[in-house]
């Protein structure tokens, strides 16, 4: 069972996070190129909501429970927030536009990190494996789109660094690729129930 | 039955995503800066700031005293190596094109700078000198103060960004502003063709 105060701390640890990643210095770092922006700003803000996941109470998540069965909402709302953010026409105005700004650090972490950190432990191990797949597809598509594209997608970044980015998307994708692979090869198929089944189990 | 309480909810996620998606990317058609704007402007003229500039021979001239013609604008600096050669040809080539509309003062070309610290009268007169000039219909203008090169590129909707040789990249293009001074059209670089045409329809209208 877990302790309200301990609910409360690490709420308050979510939200320094957050302020954190918004100070002007941390932000600027952040969106110095394309690069930054996509590959650590994003799951940075992502990695807040998934933080502020385990100060939910027991009651929240139960309430929830029957309308995210398997994670799959969580999952979809997830995808969603990540993929508006993603756009392109997003990563420029997130930058110059201060109100745009505002609502992508509250919506990363509400709307995508927290319901995925909530539906993880919920997907069985074909929900798991259909989100990985396309995540590592989406990677591929991407880096690719970026490494190839002559025109700059982002009028705020130079093409070599979209081009750069294509080239960390391909290399994430294929490390990804790797590991799902030797899951596959040499994991233990039953571990990944298990492994849900034990994360229900402790909340 | 929490399995279809779990479809409604997604169900309802889905399409409140795909409202914002669709509304964010202006129905689907412009997942880019540059697309948007584009069509942004062609639904919504733009009206230009009265900005003063300096011309090439060093006189200055309001914004708003150019109306009356066709105006095709693209956004300069001088110094710009290579990639810039070819913007200054593509204008050479449209001066060309519409010497008619041009003789009868109906057209007018302009190149802004987007360096007006450094682009004095002189380097704006050499570039047009080196982009082949025709003398006739086509000034090279620096906007007069800080302000006034924010203000065209906030109407414009110019981002420029220092690139990794000290100079600059930003989204080019050419800017059909209307005898009225308002941005109603914006043209890929690299294809006049489309350019002419669309400033001869809009005459004959």
């Known amino acids: 069972m877990r302790g309200t105060r301990l609910s ?3 709420a308050l640890l979510a939200l320094l996070a957050l302020l954190a990643l918004a100070t002007p210095l ?3 770092a952040l969106e110095t190129s394309m690069a930054a922006q996509m590959l650590l700003q994003l799951p940075l803000l992502i990695g807040v909501g998934v933080l502020l996941s385990r100060a939910l109470p027991h009651g929240v998540l139960a309430r929830i429970a029957p309308w995210n069965q398997l994670g799959i909402t969580g999952l979809v709302m997830a995808s969603v927030a990540i993929a508006f953010w993603m756009l392109p026409r997003m990563l420029d105005a997130s930058v110059a536009e201060p109100l745009v ?8 972490p509400l709307l995508a990190g927290l319901p995925f950190a909530i539906s993880w432990p919920r ?3 074909i929900v798991r494996g259909v989100f990985l797949l396309e995540l590592i597809a989406t990677f591929f598509r991407l880096g690719r789109l970026y490494l190839i594209s002559p025109q700059r997608l982002c009028n705020l970044y130079l093409l070599d660094d ?3 980015l294509g080239q960390y998307m391909l290399a994430i994708g294929a490390v990804m690729l790797l590991g799902v692979a030797g899951k596959l090869l040499w994991g233990r198929f039953d571990t990944l129930a298990q492994c849900g089944a034990a994360a229900n189990g402790a909340r | ?16 995503g795909c409202g914002a998606l669709g509304a964010a990317s202006r129905g689907f058609q412009a997942f880019t800066t540059e697309t948007a704007r584009r069509i942004a402007v062609y639904r919504h003229p733009v009206d230009v700031p009265p900005v003063v500039l300096q011309t090439q021979s060093g006189a200055s001239i309001d914004f708003s005293s150019l109306r009356g013609k066709w105006l095709l604008v693209d956004f300069i600096y001088t110094r710009c190596p290579s990639y810039c050669r070819a913007v200054g040809s593509e204008f050479a080539q449209l001066q060309d094109r519409l010497a008619g ?8 070309l302009l190149s802004i700078s987007i360096d007006p610290d450094r682009d004095t009268p002189s380097q704006l007169a050499a570039y047009l000198q080196r982009s082949r000039d025709r003398g006739r219909g086509w000034l090279a203008a620096r906007p007069l103060g800080r302000d006034g090169l924010r203000e065209l590129q906030r109407a414009f909707g110019i981002t420029v960004i220092a690139d990794a040789f000290g100079g600059y990249t930003h989204n080019a293009a050419v800017h059909l502003v209307d005898p009225r001074g308002r941005l109603v059209e914006i043209f890929d670089l690299g294809n006049p063709e489309p350019v002419w045409q669309a400033v001869e329809q809009r005459m004959l209208q």
Do not use: D, N
Request: aromatic share 4%; net charge positive.
């Open chain 1, 8 to 10: 409360a701390r690490i």
């Open chain 2, 101 to 108: 509309p041009i003789a009868q003062h109906k057209v007018e």
């Open chain 1, 101 to 108: 700004c505002v609502a992508k650090y509250l919506s990363l």
């Open chain 2, 1 to 16: 039955m929490a399995i279809l309480r779990t479809l409604l909810a997604s169900l309802a996620v889905l399409l409140a």
């Open chain 1, 26 to 28: 941390v932000k600027h």
């Open chain 1, 162 to 164: 979209q081009q750069r």
């Open chain 1, 123 to 125: 997907m069985g191990f």
